[in-house]
């Protein structure tokens, strides 16, 4: 099934993504096979051709390479780049002066930031940009035993283009080519999880693939009716999957949840690998640094710092995510040196509970409700000690499932 959707069906149904998609993936797959020391080599050659490129045709990094003695040839995978970190002010005040010259309007696609932003923020990536990031996203969805064309419900909550839900093209495309089954957004109710129950039970999809909150909380329900189907994989991304989640999805399903790591603005550049010791970012896709920010329970914790070494149309170098991790010790049982990041702990785009026991997903509550003004080091307010609001998802998740 894999290989006709990725050679043929989705490169015919959509090319705007999937174009060139079988050249991509072998270019991933032979990079995946080579030994450490060579794959190190390649990501030190991209991310130098990467910052060369940004340095003559972006005059926001031209300003600031220059300013800090900056070549990008000194450019080295072992050490911090020596420059200032990207942030999301920057994204909104640099604007067009982040975009590269090198790509005429119609080779640019424009995205918008999370939908938890407080003010979403506009950005550009280059279609062959975009493309890669497509077949990235296979090659680490080939880690959870998920093939394209596999039969797979998707449980997101909330979307970023909701015209999409309303687009009966969209809806074949997902449902007929994709083999795969969106449920609408918005707020998750008793009346929508026996909808998505209905559904589950008449698909039984092969692969189950959600945020964090939503995926418990139905969980919770499947189990509280008594559903029987188990996935071959579930697969949790956007939010922090939480120890009791972790706990509940893997009692539920009978099988280890695997956490990816992703964002609209550089896309899907990490996952757990099936031994589950951690999240892979995959060096193919961005170069990361760890930034040290302070102390957790889980150890010491770090800003994840990602400079994108796929999106040439506006460079992302440095992005301070506003998300933050703990390092694991250990390298992971599977053998990859990739960066393994133990836990993703800062993500604040968690769902949100009501008093009436409603989940709405992807909810970041503004001032004052929101105890985290400064986003940028919402670790330091780890999930135990953390105060949250009392309607914040995780003790009334306890309520719901208990
Ligand atoms: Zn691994």
Redesign the pocket.
């Known amino acids: 099934m894999g290989i006709l959707y990725t050679h043929l069906i989705l490169p015919l149904v959509e090319p705007e993504r999937h174009a060139g998609l079988p050249g991509r993936l072998r270019q991933i797959k032979k990079f995946d096979r080579l030994p450490e020391r060579q794959q190190r080599k390649i990501q030190q050659d991209r991310l130098r051709k990467l910052l060369e490129h940004a340095y003559t045709t972006v005059p926001f990094y031209r300003r600031q390479f220059d300013a800090a003695g900056f070549h990008p040839r000194e450019a080295r995978v072992d050490h911090p780049l020596p420059l200032p970190v990207l942030t999301r002010s920057d994204l909104r005040t640099a604007a067009t002066w982040l975009v590269s010259s090198a790509f005429p309007a119609e080779k640019l696609r424009v995205a918008l930031s999370g939908a938890t932003d407080r003010m979403p923020v506009r950005f550009h990536r280059d279609i062959e940009g975009v493309r890669d990031k497509v077949a990235l996203k296979m090659k680490l969805d080939e880690w959870a035993g998920f093939q394209a064309g596999d039969s797979a419900m998707m449980l997101w909550g909330a979307t970023s283009d909701p015209a999409r839900e309303f687009n009966w093209r969209w809806r074949v495309y997902e449902g007929v080519f994709m083999r795969q089954t969106p449920p609408p957004p918005g707020v998750v109710g008793i009346d929508v999880l026996e909808k998505w129950r209905w559904r589950y039970e008449k698909q039984r999809p092969r692969i189950l693939c959600g945020r964090a909150t939503v995926l418990a909380v139905f969980a919770a329900y499947l189990r509280e009716r008594g559903v029987t189907h188990r996935p071959q994989a579930v697969i949790s991304t956007a939010e922090v999957l939480s120890v009791p989640h972790r706990r509940l999805l893997s009692s539920v399903f009978k099988t280890a949840p695997f956490n990816y790591y992703g964002r609209r603005d550089v896309g899907m550049i990490a996952a757990?690998?099936s031994?589950h010791?951690?999240l892979?970012f995959h060096p193919w896709g961005s170069f990361v640094e760890f930034d040290p920010i302070g102390q957790s329970p889980d150890g010491p914790v770090y800003r994840l710092l990602v400079t994108d070494l796929l999106n040439y149309g506006q460079p992302f170098i440095r992005f301070d995510t506003g998300d933050c991790v703990t390092l694991t010790e250990q390298s992971?049982?599977?053998?990859?040196w990739f960066p393994?990041a133990g836990k993703i702990v800062g993500r604040i785009e968690d769902g949100a509970v009501f008093a009436n026991g409603n989940l709405v997903p992807d909810i970041t509550f503004i001032d004052p409700l929101n105890p985290s003004k400064a986003p940028l080091h919402p670790v330091l307010a780890l999930p135990e000690k953390r105060k949250r609001p009392v309607n914040r998802n995780r003790q009334n998740k306890r309520a719901m499932s208990a």
């Open positions: 757990e690998c031994e010791e951690g892979h992971c049982s599977c053998g990859r393994l």
